[in-house]
């Protein structure tokens, strides 16, 4: 009778959470676990080096693209499914980790899925063929997907709106330097020893990941937020994300950019081997595009909390459609420039680095009470466009560069009529705007 009594108590709460999505939460409580405090620096180091365990899987792979496709005898893009697999992971998995942590903490739940991420790394580096080393790369996805969930419950615990974009772009800054470095690792990796060598360094990074998040992480989900796993709960925020127009919209256009994205890190390596015949400039190259994302990032943590996450954004997804119809622009007419494609492409994937954390966070900010479901649907559909559409545009490539160069502008425009949607044809506004 008792249980019968909580329950429904509890329940009627959580539907009145989910009736009043606005709400703040921040002055209602502090994270239960204070045994291991942590400061703001630390905590912004430790996720996005958490989400750079997704990087890791994905960029330090692009350099043994040839030595993989030797040994498994591979035929035209088939060897661009290592990336594509372990996207595919990452969504679907994306579905399970939000409800997860709010019903048992962000804490554990992450603790669980980096150790088995390090397990299939290991995994993946004895596979006897390629068929399994794709299945074992679908299950290190799955496992990977809570990092980007998890990362985002967890800031939005403690941040919102422009704040939490602040933060989300200086996670996203420190997590841009791993690009950068992350096909010079696997590189250097090659020089020494065989591709499975990669994989065995990836358990390693994440073992120590694990140790660190166990000893310093607080745990930051509060206990008046905790959502029991019940299929009707989830599955209305799952229909309170979809039927928000403004957060559909905004998760539906950040999928289309970082389709761009996608595809083009399936066809890096190919793109620099075939198109421009300069396989030795390819990880100084990727290093560069790299950059321009990191940058980017940076700048949009000083000026996001000034001109507000909605103007930053409108106005980068303007200059993302212009360079990436430049792109198809030079594709014809001057296909054989490495400068100019370095040039044009940094500007454009540099314009993902204010789209990216802003969208998601627009997206956030009407579910602070229930943040980590929230984030796990969304974190979901963006990946499952970004991946359908990046696989899409991948598995185009014919040895020019004109099908990324139509990825870029085209992914763009759809992005571009999503957010037009969202905000009733009204860009460049900032609602709610903090007060000086």
């Not at 409800?99 to 903490?105: A, E, K, V």
């Not at 990362?151 to 420190?174: P, Y």
């Not at 990941?209 to 206990?223: C, D, G, I, K, Y």
């Not at 949009?300 to 997804?317: E, Y």
Request: overall charge positive; charged content about 10%.
């Amino acid at each position: 009778m008792i249980a019968d009594i909580y329950n429904k108590a509890l329940t009627n709460t959580i539907y009145k959470a989910i009736e009043s999505p606005h709400e703040s939460l921040m002055s209602k409580s502090k994270p239960s676990d204070t045994s291991f405090p942590i400061g703001e620096k630390e905590l912004t180091w430790m996720m996005a080096l958490t989400m750079a365990l997704n990087a890791m899987a994905l960029d330090t792979m692009l350099p043994a693209f040839p030595n993989m496709q030797a040994d498994f005898r591979l035929l035209g893009n088939d060897v661009q499914y290592i990336v594509g697999v372990y996207l595919v992971g990452m969504g679907v998995g994306s579905l399970f980790y939000g409800p997860l942590s709010d019903r048992y903490g962000r804490k554990y739940i992450m603790l669980w899925a980096i150790i088995s991420f390090a397990i299939f790394s290991i995994a993946c580096a004895f596979t006897p063929s390629y068929i399994i080393l794709l299945l074992l790369r679908f299950a290190q996805g799955l496992c990977g997907a809570a990092m980007g969930v998890l990362v985002m419950s967890i800031i939005r615990d403690k941040f919102e709106g422009d704040a939490m974009a602040k933060r989300m772009s200086m996670i996203f800054l420190t997590f841009m330097i791993v690009p950068i470095i992350a096909p010079s690792i696997g590189q250097i990796i090659l020089w020494f020893a065989p591709w499975q060598f990669i994989f065995l360094g990836l358990s390693g990074l994440a073992l120590l990941m694990a140790l660190w998040v166990s000893m310093r992480l607080p745990e930051t989900l509060s206990p008046d937020n905790i959502i029991p796993i019940e299929a009707k709960l989830i599955t209305n925020i799952w229909k309170k994300v979809v039927f928000h127009r403004s957060a559909f919209a905004y998760i539906c256009a950040s999928g289309m950019t970082q389709a761009g994205l996608y595809g083009y890190l399936s066809s890096a390596q190919q793109i620099f081997d075939i198109v421009f015949d300069a396989d030795d400039f390819f990880v100084i190259g990727f290093a560069i595009i790299a950059i321009g994302i990191a940058i980017t990032n940076y700048t949009n943590s000083q000026i996001v909390m000034r001109f507000g996450a909605r103007r930053v954004s409108h106005s980068a997804l303007f200059l993302f459609i212009f360079c990436g119809i430049l792109q198809v622009v030079t594709a014809y007419f001057m296909p054989q420039s490495l400068v100019l494609f370095l040039i044009i492409i940094t500007l454009n994937m540099a314009m993902i680095g204010f789209t990216s954390s802003n969208f998601s966070s627009i997206a956030m900010q009407p579910f602070g009470a229930m943040a980590g479901a929230a984030s796990s649907f969304q974190t979901f559909l963006r990946t499952a466009l970004g991946g359908i559409f990046g696989a899409i545009i991948g598995q185009q490539f014919n040895g020019t560069m004109l099908p990324i160069s139509l990825g870029f502008a085209v992914t763009g425009m759809i992005a571009l009529c999503f957010i037009l949607w969202a905000e009733n044809g009204k860009l460049f506004t900032r609602p709610n705007a903090p007060r000086v």
